[in-house]
């Protein structure tokens, strides 16, 4: 089903108040998939979504959806529902007539609407909730309640706004993996929106990182997070080193450059560089491995904090008075504050972007 286009931005272009906040968006999303745009606040991701549901009107350019042309048609005439970050339940209405409410607006057949609803609610497990209110749920019960009554309407396309982010940490994680369930097993288009990367790489097919009104890269999650095409990417998805490079040499595909005061690491690009030229240096703290023992041919540097993380701890070590490195370490009783490390690289996993 891959190929199937189902919502397709075709040069689309928004302004407010002369303000370009989306600046010539092409982009086509495919039936069934799960893709999240992704930025940090202001980017318009919000703006881009809304255009979608046409709770928001395109400047410029056209939005298709199942390859009709749905520029000028009205939100209501348009086969997709949102879910708000504030799931907007009505609170006089029960579990199940809050899920009902549409197919009952559109007077579909009482028998129909009962064995649907009974399908969605043992979908997304609220069996035995039928009628509470919403006041007497939980925050991750009143999310569920959203889904089923987004997805009970059999949508072509599901658009959820930040709708996982007024949930605690722990109930978060348990949600993301609910959500990608339910989306698989109906095969409905979701498309999400959120500032969070862990959201996104956790939950997405593919992600469209935005930045200013553009879409910055867009990918799977680990194309994204191996293979960032500009720093703004690198810096956004996961945490990253960002150092300055020095092309030395280039044969083919094989780069050879030197950083953190000439220490010279070899790595692989498609990129061509010019001897000499300064680029930006991507490094995950992963891929910086550190020993309290002597090694020869590395970084020396001194340990200055240690941040805990359960199954990955994160060391920053000071390497001269201008750089330090960020390290994620699994074997952490090794380390403390002051101590002497030498640094290798994982050479394989970095990258040189033109700056
Ligand atoms: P957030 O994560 O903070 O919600 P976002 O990436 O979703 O941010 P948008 O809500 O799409 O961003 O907004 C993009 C830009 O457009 C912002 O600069 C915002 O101030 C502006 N904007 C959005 N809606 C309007 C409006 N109705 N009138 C004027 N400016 C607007």
Same mark, same amino acid.
Request: one cysteine or more; glycine letters at 6%.
């Given at each position: 089903?891959?190929?199937?286009?189902?919502?397709?931005?075709?040069?689309?272009?928004?302004?407010?108040?002369?303000?370009?906040?989306?600046?010539?968006?092409?982009?086509?999303?495919?039936?069934?998939?799960?893709?999240?745009?992704?930025?940090?606040?202001?980017?318009?991701?919000?703006?881009?979504?809304?255009?979608?549901?046409?709770?928001?009107?395109?400047?410029?350019?056209?939005?298709?959806?199942?390859?009709?042309?749905?520029?000028?048609?009205?939100?209501?005439?348009?086969?997709?529902?949102?879910?708000?970050?504030?799931?907007?339940?009505?609170?006089?209405?029960?579990?199940?007539?809050?899920?009902?409410?549409?197919?009952?607006?559109?007077?579909?057949?009482?028998?129909?609407?009962?064995?649907?609803?009974?399908?969605?609610?043992?979908?997304?497990?609220?069996?035995?909730?039928?009628?509470?209110?919403?006041?007497?749920?939980?925050?991750?019960?009143?999310?569920?309640?959203?889904?089923?009554?987004?997805?009970?309407?059999?949508?072509?396309?599901?658009?959820?706004?930040?709708?996982?982010?007024?949930?605690?940490?722990?109930?978060?994680?348990?949600?993301?993996?609910?959500?990608?369930?339910?989306?698989?097993?109906?095969?409905?288009?979701?498309?999400?929106?959120?500032?969070?990367?862990?959201?996104?790489?956790?939950?997405?097919?593919?992600?469209?990182?935005?930045?200013?009104?553009?879409?910055?890269?867009?990918?799977?999650?680990?194309? !994204?997070? @191996?293979?960032?095409?500009? %720093? #703004?990417?690198? +810096?956004? /998805?996961?945490?990253?080193? &960002?150092?300055?490079?020095? $092309?030395?040499?280039?044969?083919?595909?094989?780069?050879?450059?030197?950083?953190?005061?000439?220490?010279? !690491?070899? @790595?692989?690009?498609?990129? %061509? #560089?010019?001897? +000499?030229? /300064?680029?930006?240096?991507? &490094?995950?703290?992963?891929? $910086?491995?550190?020993?309290?023992?002597?090694?020869?041919?590395?970084?020396?540097?001194?340990?200055?904090?240690?941040?805990?993380?359960?199954?990955?701890?994160?060391?920053?070590?000071? /390497?001269?008075?201008?750089?330090?490195?960020?390290?994620? $370490?699994?074997?952490?009783?090794?380390?403390?504050?002051?101590?002497?490390?030498?640094?290798?690289?994982?050479?394989?996993?970095?990258?040189?972007?033109?700056?």
């Amino acid at each position: 089903m891959k190929d199937n286009v189902i919502v397709r931005f075709d040069n689309v272009s928004k302004s407010f108040n002369n303000t370009n906040v989306i600046k010539d968006i092409s982009l086509d999303i495919y039936e069934g998939e799960f893709i999240t745009f992704l930025g940090p606040s202001g980017c318009g991701k919000t703006t881009l979504l809304r255009m979608v549901s046409g709770l928001e009107k395109v400047s410029s350019g056209k939005v298709f959806i199942d390859n009709k042309d749905v520029t000028n048609v009205d939100p209501t005439k348009r086969e997709v529902n949102t879910i708000f970050q504030n799931f907007a339940l009505f609170p006089k209405m029960t579990v199940k007539d809050n899920i009902t409410f549409g197919l009952r607006m559109k007077k579909e057949n009482p028998k129909e609407i009962e064995k649907r609803c009974k399908e969605v609610i043992k979908l997304v497990k609220l069996e035995g909730f039928e009628n509470r209110y919403p006041s007497e749920l939980s925050g991750g019960q009143q999310q569920r309640v959203a889904i089923a009554r987004g997805v009970i309407m059999n949508p072509k396309v599901l658009l959820l706004d930040e709708s996982l982010c007024s949930l605690d940490l722990k109930l978060k994680k348990s949600m993301q993996v609910e959500l990608k369930r339910i989306q698989k097993k109906l095969g409905i288009t979701f498309i999400y929106v959120t500032h969070a990367q862990d959201e996104a790489l956790s939950m997405s097919d593919r992600i469209a990182i935005i930045n200013n009104g553009v879409i910055e890269q867009l990918g799977t999650p680990s194309d !994204i997070y @191996i293979s960032p095409k500009t %720093v #703004f990417v690198a +810096d956004f /998805i996961g945490e990253a080193n &960002i150092v300055d490079g020095k $092309v030395i040499s280039q044969k083919d595909d094989n780069l050879t450059l030197s950083i953190l005061n000439n220490y010279k !690491i070899n @790595i692989k690009t498609s990129e %061509v #560089f010019k001897k +000499d030229e /300064i680029v930006k240096v991507i &490094i995950r703290p992963e891929d $910086v491995k550190i020993s309290p023992n002597t090694l020869t041919n590395a970084i020396n540097g001194k340990i200055t904090d240690f941040i805990y993380g359960g199954e990955n701890t994160k060391l920053i070590i000071k /390497i001269d008075d201008n750089n330090s490195l960020k390290s994620s $370490v699994t074997d952490e009783e090794r380390y403390s504050v002051g101590k002497n490390v030498y640094i290798k690289f994982e050479e394989k996993y970095i990258v040189a972007l033109r700056k």
